[in-house]
């Protein structure tokens, strides 16, 4: 079972950026779709954007255009680049991780989860 440890979240103003990253452990990252999730408070958790194994992306509307998932599969990671940044973006950020060629957007497709990092954007 893979492992998965985010960081980069953090406090910033809107119009910001802010670049988050997922660490995997594993020696077969590279074959796995990975995917970042957010959930507000008092809401439910939801799709941000994914990546194959080959790297197709894939993005929720509400990021589109202004945030980038990429993957290093050297270094078994995964990043969500998050650009002009907006108060509505303001949640606890997750990566998660399944096997599988394909690229994913549903919560129940996942099978490996980090702890989550936190992201605010201040008006």
């Known amino acids: 079972q893979v492992q998965l440890v985010e960081s980069g979240g953090g406090l910033v103003q809107a119009g910001g950026s802010l670049r988050l990253s997922c660490a995997a452990s594993?020696?077969?990252?590279?074959?796995?779709?990975m995917g970042w999730f957010r959930q507000a408070s008092g809401s439910e958790r939801e799709f941000v954007a994914a990546?194959?194994?080959?790297?197709?992306?894939t993005y929720a509307d509400s990021v589109k255009g202004r945030f980038t998932i990429s993957r290093d599969n050297a270094q078994n990671t995964v990043t969500l680049q998050m650009n002009s940044l907006k108060p509505e973006d303001t949640a606890v950020y997750y990566c998660?991780?399944?096997?599988?060629?394909?690229?994913?957007?549903?919560?129940?497709?996942?099978?490996?989860w980090g702890q989550g990092t936190q992201v605010t954007v201040s008006s």
């Open positions: 998660a991780a399944r096997s599988g060629r394909d690229y994913y957007t549903q919560i129940n497709e996942y099978n490996a």
């Open positions: 594993g020696r077969t990252f590279s074959r796995y779709a």
């Open positions: 990546i194959s194994w080959s790297g197709g992306r």
